[in-house]
Each structure stands twice: as C-alpha cells, then as structure tokens.
C-alpha cells in the first residue's frame, strides 16, 4: 500500500521558514554574537529572539515574521510586549515580504523587508526569478 505523503503544503511551509531562517542569518548574523534565545507563534506570525553580549553588555532582539500584506497595530503591540527586564538595548523588529503596508508601524519597532517574497496584485509571490522582484520592487516601494 502506498504511503500517503500528504497535501504540499508542509513543503511550502518548509521553503518559506528556510527563507525566514536565512532572512534572520542575515538582519542577527551569528558571526556578531547574536544567538536564537527561543521561537514561538505570535497571532498571525512567528516571534523569534535573539540575545548576544558585548563587552559586559546584555542585548536582546526580538523579530516578528509576518506574512500580511497589511500589517496591523495589534501585531507590533505583539512585538513590544515581549520586552523584558534586564536586558539592556533591546531591539525590535518586523520581517515583512516587499511590498507589505506597515504604516502602523512606528518606532522604535524596525522593518525590514524579506528579498524572496513580495505581494502582487493582493497574492503573495515568492520572488525566485528576477523577472517577479523587478515587477514587485518597482510597483510596491515608495518613490524617493
């Protein structure tokens, strides 16, 4: 009897949180001290939290990676909740694919944007051909 391998979306699942992963590599590289502290589901994304020490002092950061294409204020509450204690020079940030609206974000929260994922035209696009960052890039940032 064939083994049921079940539906695809555990392999999107997997591709996108490889993504996020690299993403986090990224913005906390390790080779700067930072260290994973812990992982969990925070309402619609998953909050992630880094620590490091430099020269005596404790520092800690918290990422929020979110998939919305509007990003609401109830989620960056989520993000400054998690503030604790102790810790000296805490950072806040929120990973978004390109083209996502964070208006509601204010500071001190930090955006930055994922390079493999952008919205268009309402869908979510994962950006693997260059043809789709060019498109989504040119229709989604702010003129300067």
């Not at 699942?13 to 994973?36: C, K, Q, S, Y």
Request: with cysteine; glycine share 8%.
């Amino acid at each position: 009897m064939p083994r049921f391998l079940g539906n695809t979306m555990g392999s999107i699942r997997d591709t996108m949180h490889m993504f996020e992963i690299r993403d986090l590599h990224h913005l906390l590289p390790a080779h700067d001290g930072w260290e994973n502290r812990e992982k969990s589901s925070a309402g619609s994304g998953t909050l992630y939290r880094y620590s490091r020490t430099v020269r005596g002092n404790s520092e800690l950061a918290t990422v929020l990676v979110s998939y919305d294409e509007v990003v609401p204020a109830g989620t960056i509450s989520e993000v400054l909740r998690h503030e604790e204690n102790g810790w000296r020079n805490s950072r806040y940030f929120l990973l978004v694919p390109q083209g996502a609206d964070v208006s509601a974000v204010q500071a001190p929260v930090q955006v930055h944007f994922m390079p493999g994922f952008g919205f268009r035209d309402g869908k979510l696009v994962w950006l693997a051909r260059k043809k789709n960052a060019k498109k989504v890039i040119c229709e989604y940032l702010p003129a300067t």
